[in-house]
C-alpha cells in the first residue's frame, strides 16, 4: 500500500522534465522518496538527476529500494538497465559537477544490496546484472580518471572521496578493465571496495591477481566456481598469503579437493586448509560441491570455532563417518541452509542422516537432496523426517525416482509446512519409459510423456491449492535452479567450454601421433 506521500512523489516524477527542474527546490529528506519512486516508474533521467544532485552522506541502494514506510514492494530485485544504467552515470555526473560546497558530501555508495532474480517485473524487461555493473563501474572509474588528466577540475571537486561498496563478478572478458579500476582506486574520486566476489572463467594467477588488489579484509563473500582451477594447494597458498577477517561465505570450485589421491603430504595441507578457515570468524557458509571428500569432513570443518549456517556437500561422496560427524557435530544445531544432493542416502545412512534433519529442524529454511535415490518405499520416513522442520520455506528433490503416487502423498504432507514457499519436484518415474536407469543421463532427461507431466503436475498443484497453499511455487526445473550469473555469461563459458575441448582433443591427437612415430 502507498501512502499519501508516495503517490505525490509518483505524480511528481512521472513528469520527467518538471521533476528534473524543480530538484533544486526539493527538501533533501525527501529525495530517497522520489528516488524508490522514479525506480518505480523507470524514469531514468529522474534518477540520473536525483544522484547527480545526491545531497545526503550515503546512498544505499538496498534500503532506497527496499521495503519503507511510504511504500512497502521490494524493489530491490529489479536490475532494470535503464534505472541502474541512469543511476551509474549519476554518480559521475556528481563528481564531474560537484553540488554547491554548503551541501552534504556522498560519501558512501552500496550497492550491495541489489538482487538477481529470473523474472524482471520493470517494463523494459532487460536486467543489469551483476557482471555487467562490474563492467559498467570499472569504466566509468577510468573515464573519470582520463577526464580529471584533461580537464580542469571546478572548485572542490578534489576534495571528492566517495566509497562504494560493490559485489564484483570477474571472468577473461571485463579481467584487465576491473584490474585497471583497481589499480587506480586511489587516484579516483569513486573508490572501489569488494564486498564479494564472484570469479569464473579466469585463470589461476589472474584470480589471486585480482584478490591482491583488492582490500581482501573488507570481502565478506568469496565464490571461486567453474572454470578457475582452484586445487587443495592452492588453497592453501591464497589463505597463507591472503587474511579475510571478515569473510562469511565460502564457495569453491568441483574438485577442489580430491581425497582420493591424497599423499601425506596433501593430508598435511588439508589440515593446513582447515586451520585457516578455523581463523576466519565470521565464516558462516562453506559449499565444497563435487568435491571428493570421504572420510575427511571432520578434519575439515572440526577446526571451526563457529558453526556453519549454510552447508554445500552435493556429490562429495560421504562415507557413514561423514554423516556420523555432520550429525553430532557442533554445525548440525545451527544448519539453515543444507546441500546433501549425490549421495545415496536411504542406503548408505538413513540413521545419521535423519539425526541430523532431526538436529537442525528449528533453523532449517532450505533442504536439498537432488539425486538421492530416494523411492516411494521411503516417503513415509522422509515424511517424518521432515514434520520438526517447521521453518522449512524451500525443499529441492530433483532427480529423484518416484511416481506419481508418492508425489501426491509428499504434497499432502507439505499442506503442513507453515513456511513453505517452494517445492522442485521430479518428474515423476511412471511418466518416463519403462527401464529409464537413475541418475536419468542428460540424453534422456527430456524423453518423457509430456501431457502426463502436465496431468500430474496440476493435481499437485491442486494439492497446494485444497490445502490452502496457494502461495507456494512448485516447478520441475530439468537442468536445474535458475542462476543469474551463469545465465548472463553463458555465451562466454559456452565459448570457454568449446575452446578447452579442441584443445583437449588437439593434445589426444599429438599423443596419437607421437605414439605412431614410435
Known amino acids: 500500500m502507498k501512502s499519501l506521500r ?31 519512486a522514479s525506480y518505480l516508474l523507470e ?25 519503507t514506510a511510504d511504500y512497502q514492494e521490494d524493489l530491490s530485485h529489479r536490475t532494470c538497465v535503464v534505472c541502474l544504467e541512469s543511476c551509474l552515470t549519476g554518480l559521475r ?27 524482471q517485473f520493470c517494463e523494459c524487461k532487460k536486467p543489469m546484472g551483476r557482471w ?41 572478458r571485463n579481467y584487465e578493465l576491473v584490474v585497471q579500476a583497481l ?39 568469496l565464490e571461486v566456481v567453474h572454470n578457475v582451477r582452484l586445487e587443495m594447494e592452492h588453497l592453501q597458498i591464497l589463505f ?23 599423499t601425506a603430504a596433501d593430508e598435511l595441507v588439508l589440515s593446513a586448509v582447515g ?70 542416502i536411504p542406503d548408505l545412512y538413513p540413521a545419521t542422516f535423519f539425526k541430523l534433519l532431526c538436529h537442525s529442524s528449528s533453523v532449517l529454511r532450505s533442504l536439498i537432496l537432488e539425486e538421492c535415490n530416494i523411492q516411494d518405499n521411503h516417503v513415509n520416513m522422509l515424511i517424518l523426517g521432515l514434520s520438526p522442520c517447521r521453518k522449512l520455506q524451500e525443499f529441492k528433490f530433483l532427480g529423484n525416482p518416484l511416481s506419481s503416487e508418492a508425489l501426491k502423498h509428499l504434497f499432502r504432507f507439505f499442506c503442513e509446512l507453515p513456511m513453505l514457499k517452494n517445492v522442485e519436484f521430479p518428474v515423476p518415474k511412471d511418466c518416463y519409459p519403462i527401464g529409464t536407469t537413475y541418475p536419468i543421463d542428460d540424453a534422456n532427461l527430456c524423453n518423457f510423456d509430456r501431457q ?32 543469474a550469473a551463469v545465465e548472463e555469461t553463458n555465451n562466454e563459458l559456452g565459448t570457454y567450454l568449446m575452446k578447452s575441448f579442441k584443445e583437449t582433443l588437439e593434445k589426444f591427437t599429438n599423443s596419437l601421433k607421437e605414439l605412431s612415430l614410435t
Open 6 to 36: 508516495f503517490i505525490c512523489a509518483e505524480a511528481l516524477v512521472s513528469n520527467a522534465a518538471f521533476a528534473r527542474r524543480s530538484l533544486g527546490s526539493v527538501a533533501h529528506n525527501l529525495f530517497p522518496l522520489l528516488f524508490k
Open 43 to 67: 524514469r531514468g533521467e529522474v534518477i540520473h538527476d536525483l544522484v547527480e544532485n545526491w545531497p545526503l552522506v550515503d546512498l544505499n541502494m538496498g534500503k532506497l529500494l527496499g521495503k
Open 93 to 119: 555526473d556528481y563528481v564531474l559537477h560537484p553540488p554547491s560546497p554548503y551541501l552534504k558530501r556522498l560519501k558512501v555508495v552500496d550497492l550491495t544490496g541489489i538482487k538477481d532474480v529470473e523474472v
Open 132 to 172: 555487467a555493473r562490474t563492467q559498467l563501474l570499472s569504466k566509468l572509474c577510468l573515464e573519470l580518471l582520463l577526464h580529471a588528466q584533461g580537464v580542469q577540475r571546478g572548485p572542490g571537486a578534489a576534495e571528492i572521496s566517495i566509497d562504494v561498496l560493490v559485489d564484483l563478478f570477474v571472468t577473461e
Open 183 to 221: 589499480l587506480t582506486r586511489r587516484s579516483c574520486p569513486l573508490k572501489i571496495h569488494c564486498v564479494a566476489l564472484r570469479a569464473d572463467n579466469l585463470a589461476l594467477q589472474k584470480f589471486f591477481y585480482i584478490v591482491k588488489l583488492m582490500d581482501p579484509s573488507l570481502l565478506r563473500k
Open 240 to 262: 597463507s598469503r591472503t587474511r579475510f577477517p571478515l569473510l562469511a561465505s565460502l564457495t569453491l570450485p568441483a574438485r577442489t579437493f580430491n581425497v582420493r589421491r591424497l
Open 275 to 344: 586451520e585457516k578457515l578455523s581463523e576466519m570468524t565470521h565464516l558462516t557458509e562453506l559449499s565444497m560441491a563435487f568435491s571428493i571428500l570421504t572420510g575427511r569432513i571432520r578434519k575439515l570443518l572440526s577446526p571451526l570455532k563457529t558453526p556453519l549456517k549454510v552447508l554445500d556437500v552435493s556429490n562429495c561422496s560421504l562415507n557413514h563417518a561423514d554423516m556420523a560427524y555432520l550429525a553430532n557435530s557442533l554445525h548440525s544445531n545451527h544448519l539453515e541452509v543444507l546441500d546433501l544432493s549425490g549421495h545415496n
Open 452 to 483: 502426463k507431466y502436465d496431468g500430474v503436475a496440476e493435481e499437485l498443484k491442486r494439492i497446494l491449492l485444497q490445502g490452502n497453499k496457494e502461495g507456494v511455487k512448485a516447478s520441475t526445473p530439468l537442468f536445474g535452479s535458475y542462476d
